[in-house]
């Protein structure tokens, strides 16, 4: 389990820095669905592997609500956690995705602001 933990949240740090390197460039030239799911599975992926680096499988069908909840049982620190701006955040990821560059940056604020917080709690 913590092989995987710590592979999920490598992958995470990846991803929010791919989704930074999007947002860097001209607004017009941001490809906004790439900035979407990059945003959306590094917060899936923190989440998750926190949750196995706790012991804790997290099921493969669970929402970024569900996922946090479960993070909250095992700290409740969590609950400072806002994924707010993830308007997929109570779905199933791949059934939702937004295209405008202003939203999608609320979402990888809330992905880099949750990678913030997990650094903070030595975590990663």
Known sequence: MKDRAEALLKEAVKKIGEANEELCRPQEDVV??????????????????????????????????????QCVAINPNFEKVD????????????????NEVSKVSGCFVNASNLETFLREEKVI
Do not use: W, Y
């Open 32 to 69: 906004s669905i790439m900035v979407c799911k990059k945003a959306q599975r590094a917060t899936e992926n923190f989440l998750r592997g926190f949750l196995l680096q706790n012991g804790k499988e997290p099921g493969i069908e669970k929402t970024l609500d569900e996922l946090l909840n």
């Open 83 to 98: 994924l707010s701006h993830f308007d997929c955040r109570s779905v199933k990821l791949d059934s939702r995705q937004c």
